[in-house]
């Protein structure tokens, strides 16, 4: 049978570029501090339908307007830190990831119909490549270069949707992928227009059904833990103008209030330290008396220095033992806590990446502290968009997460409330409870179901004693998720590679095959 024709375009160029921006800019609007999350589907949609029926150039520019959109609108935080530079290079690198990965998604509107005629393939089978070429894609990008940027994956952006507890079975990458694929199987159904014909809609219904009332995996509950936590709001930026052990003092003022309360543990944000307590004394002194006076060790974290190497450590602090045990950032900013390739990019902006001083090293030990037989999983600031080291510390036995993060450098700006969203859906994911602890806010305390046990507002010091409760039992998705991602990922490419291939060759063999006698007319209308 002879390839059908290429799809045509739904809409023309010059409207598919205007649907891209629009696009952009509603997908922005799903993620906080507006969140709404429906017009996640909206944006996702907007994207699909102007690639269908593009070419690769086509492609490569709504993609790289759709991008370019939604980036430079979603990270415009970046320029509170240090201006429009990195603002532009981040975002302008994203751009040509999303417009790249768009050539994939149209090459799969244009291959499958003219492979396969059945209006099911269409219904099914074209949707649900689309969901995981687009979820590839997501997964290239937070991966590379270097530790990659996994910062706005769709399925983050349904922290506070009835949809985030799917995500504790397949994942953000599989909650992601099941977004999208309703989305494009939305499309699809609309673009069959099969509306008398009930059974075209079953293919959207049973996915609305499955992201709709799939409830959470159920995780077991293992007791409490009272949780002291102090948001100090001292100078802790990059460029805070500050004296010698401000943060710190900050930091000591605001838990003041918990020292005559029952608490199991205290936990401070990150960079709550001024200097580093295993090698400053004074300092080791002021936690030890910290300690001893609650009568609890403390989780703190500052950058510490081990022969040549500089960490940003996470320790859980015991008075008169000092740090019994410590875990390093595992994936330390690039551009922010270190400077890959230094040499190159210092010959492109030296002035910029002069103000970069101090170099972190990645870390290698676990995210995870063992508090007296409770299990603590870790995260400092921005590895709580890594799935790898959320998911480490649950396979280690965590019965808790605590969070630490430092904002400051980000003040009055969304990037707090991005972040705190995604540890809201790290809740969700893993059936835990967190403790997402910030030096300047937001800070809060999160139940297993996502929803806010205590909090802490922006800009204002203060504490929070929480009965948090434990649980135990891994979900599927901190099982499964890495078997997921690859299926998602890989198989999603293999399948377009091979869907390429088959259109290839039956093309080929179609173009070899003699024009039976008398039907050149017919043969020339194929």
């Known amino acids: 049978m002879p390839l059908a024709a290429a799809p045509r375009p739904l809409l023309p160029l010059w409207a598919a570029v205007v649907a891209s921006i629009a696009g952009g800019a509603v997908l922005d609007l799903a993620y906080p501090s507006v969140g709404w999350w429906p017009l996640a589907f909206v944006g996702v949609g907007l994207s699909l339908v102007a690639l269908i029926g593009r070419s690769v150039w086509g492609a490569l520019l709504v993609g790289?307007?759709?991008?370019?959109?939604?980036?430079?609108?979603?990270?415009?935080?970046?320029?509170?830190?240090?201006?429009?530079?990195?603002?532009?290079?981040?975002?302008?690198?994203?751009?040509?990831?999303?417009?790249?990965?768009?050539?994939?998604?149209?090459?799969?509107?244009?291959?499958?119909?003219?492979?396969?005629?059945?209006?099911?393939?269409?219904?099914?089978?074209?949707?649900?490549?689309?969901?995981?070429?687009?979820?590839?894609?997501?997964?290239?990008?937070?991966?590379?270069?270097?530790?990659?940027?996994?910062?706005?994956?769709?399925?983050?952006?349904?922290?506070?949707?009835?949809?985030?507890?799917?995500?504790?079975?397949?994942?953000?990458?599989?909650?992601?992928?099941?977004?999208?694929?309703?989305?494009?199987?939305?499309?699809?159904?609309?673009?069959?227009?099969?509306?008398?014909?009930?059974?075209?809609?079953?293919?959207?219904?049973?996915?609305?059904?499955?992201?709709?009332?799939?409830?959470?995996?159920?995780?077991?509950?293992?007791?409490?833990?009272?949780?002291?936590?102090?948001?100090?709001?001292?100078?802790?930026?990059?460029?805070?103008?500050?004296?010698?052990?401000?943060?710190?003092?900050?930091?000591?003022?605001?838990?003041?209030?918990?020292?005559?309360?029952?608490?199991?543990?205290?936990?401070?944000?990150?960079?709550?330290?001024?200097?580093?307590?295993?090698?400053?004394?004074?300092?080791?002194?002021?936690?030890?008396?910290?300690?001893?006076?609650?009568?609890?060790?403390?989780?703190?974290?500052?950058?510490?220095?081990?022969?040549?190497?500089?960490?940003?450590?996470?320790?859980?602090?015991?008075?008169?033992?000092g740090a019994v045990q410590y875990h390093d950032k595992t994936n330390p900013v690039p551009m922010g806590e270190y400077v890959p390739d230094r040499w190159f990019y210092e010959s492109l902006a030296p002035d910029l990446i002069g103000l970069i001083q101090r170099e972190y090293t990645p870390g290698t030990n676990a995210p995870f502290l063992d508090l007296g037989g409770v299990g603590v999983g870790l995260a400092i600031c921005f590895d709580v968009i890594y799935d790898e080291v959320i998911w480490a510390g649950a396979r280690d036995g965590a019965e808790v997460y605590m969070f630490q993060t430092n904002n400051a450098d980000f003040r009055d700006t969304d990037e707090n409330l991005q972040q705190l969203a995604f540890a809201r859906m790290r809740a969700v994911e893993t059936g835990r409870s967190v403790v997402n602890l910030s030096t300047v806010g937001t800070s809060q305390v999160i139940a297993p179901d996502g929803s806010t046990l205590d909090g802490l507002p922006a800009g204002e010091a203060g504490h929070m004693l929480t009965e948090v409760p434990l649980r135990t039992g891994l979900t599927p998705a901190v099982i499964a998720g890495p078997w997921v991602q690859a299926l998602l990922g890989w198989g999603s490419l293999l399948a377009l590679v091979a869907l390429g291939i088959a259109v290839a060759l039956t093309g080929r063999r179609h173009a070899k095959t003699p024009a039976p006698v008398g039907t050149g007319v017919a043969q020339a209308a194929d």
């Not at 939604?70 to 981040?90: C, E, Q």
């Open 64 to 321: 790289f307007v759709f991008g370019a959109t939604f980036y430079l609108i979603h990270i415009m935080w970046i320029t509170r830190y240090l201006g429009l530079v990195p603002w532009f290079a981040l975002a302008g690198l994203e751009t040509v990831f999303m417009a790249v990965g768009s050539i994939a998604l149209t090459l799969a509107y244009r291959w499958m119909p003219r492979l396969f005629r059945s209006r099911w393939a269409s219904l099914i089978a074209l949707p649900i490549l689309i969901g995981g070429l687009w979820t590839a894609r997501e997964l290239f990008m937070g991966s590379w270069p270097y530790t990659g940027f996994p910062w706005a994956r769709i399925g983050m952006s349904q922290s506070e949707s009835p949809l985030a507890h799917l995500a504790s079975w397949t994942g953000v990458a599989g909650l992601s992928f099941l977004m999208v694929t309703f989305t494009a199987a939305a499309i699809e159904w609309w673009r069959a227009a099969r509306f008398r014909d009930v059974r075209t809609a079953l293919p959207s219904i049973g996915l609305a059904a499955l992201l709709l009332l799939v409830p959470a995996f159920p995780t077991s509950p293992a007791g409490t833990l009272r949780v002291g936590s102090a948001q100090g709001n001292g100078p802790s930026g990059y460029f805070d103008p500050r004296d010698r052990n401000d943060v710190l003092n900050a930091q000591l003022a605001a838990s003041a209030p918990l020292l005559d309360e029952d608490v199991d543990v205290l936990l401070w944000p990150e960079g709550g330290i001024d200097s580093d307590p295993t090698r400053n004394e004074s300092t080791a002194r002021t936690l030890d008396a910290l300690s001893e006076r609650i009568g609890a060790p403390l989780i703190v974290n500052a950058a510490t220095t081990r022969g040549e190497d500089t960490f940003n450590t996470s320790m859980l602090w015991k008075a008169g033992e």
